[in-house]
Protein backbone atom coordinates (compact mmCIF):
# COMPACT_ATOMS: atom_id res chain seq x y z
CA UNK A 1 0.00 0.00 0.00
CA UNK A 2 0.95 3.22 -0.98
CA UNK A 3 2.37 5.90 1.67
CA UNK A 4 0.40 8.65 0.52
CA UNK A 5 -2.70 6.78 -0.26
CA UNK A 6 -5.21 9.75 0.18
CA UNK A 7 -8.98 9.89 -1.61
CA UNK A 8 -7.77 11.45 -5.34
CA UNK A 9 -10.28 14.17 -4.33
CA UNK A 10 -8.45 15.30 -1.46
CA UNK A 11 -5.69 15.60 -3.42
CA UNK A 12 -6.93 17.69 -6.15
CA UNK A 13 -8.34 19.97 -2.95
CA UNK A 14 -4.85 20.29 -1.85
CA UNK A 15 -3.82 21.60 -5.67
CA UNK A 16 -6.48 23.74 -5.76
CA UNK A 17 -7.19 26.22 -2.03
CA UNK A 18 -9.18 28.57 -3.57
CA UNK A 19 -11.92 25.72 -4.36
CA UNK A 20 -11.20 24.28 -1.24
CA UNK A 21 -12.15 27.36 0.96
CA UNK A 22 -15.39 28.67 -1.20
CA UNK A 23 -16.27 24.66 -0.83
CA UNK A 24 -16.39 25.23 2.99
CA UNK A 25 -17.69 28.72 2.67
CA UNK A 26 -20.50 26.88 1.01
CA UNK A 27 -20.67 24.70 3.78
CA UNK A 28 -20.41 26.83 6.15
CA UNK A 29 -23.60 28.65 4.52
CA UNK A 30 -25.42 26.00 4.36
CA UNK A 31 -25.37 25.30 7.57
CA UNK A 32 -26.16 28.99 8.76
CA UNK A 33 -29.61 28.66 6.53
CA UNK A 34 -30.38 24.86 8.15
CA UNK A 35 -29.90 26.23 11.43
CA UNK A 36 -32.43 28.91 10.71
CA UNK A 37 -34.93 26.68 9.11
CA UNK A 38 -34.59 24.38 12.33
CA UNK A 39 -35.56 27.47 13.93
CA UNK A 40 -38.37 28.27 12.05
CA UNK A 41 -39.53 25.00 12.08
CA UNK A 42 -39.26 24.50 16.24
CA UNK A 43 -41.37 28.27 16.28
CA UNK A 44 -43.96 26.69 14.13
CA UNK A 45 -44.13 23.73 15.71
CA UNK A 46 -44.80 25.64 19.22
CA UNK A 47 -47.41 27.71 17.72
CA UNK A 48 -49.64 24.86 16.26
Known amino acids: M ?3 AERPLQL ?4 HP ?3 S ?3 LLLTLFFE ?3 V ?3 LFMLLAEAF
Do not use: G
Open 18 to 20: PVC
Open 33 to 35: IFD
Open 12 to 15: WLKS
Open 2 to 4: PEN
Open 37 to 39: TMF
Open 22 to 24: SLS
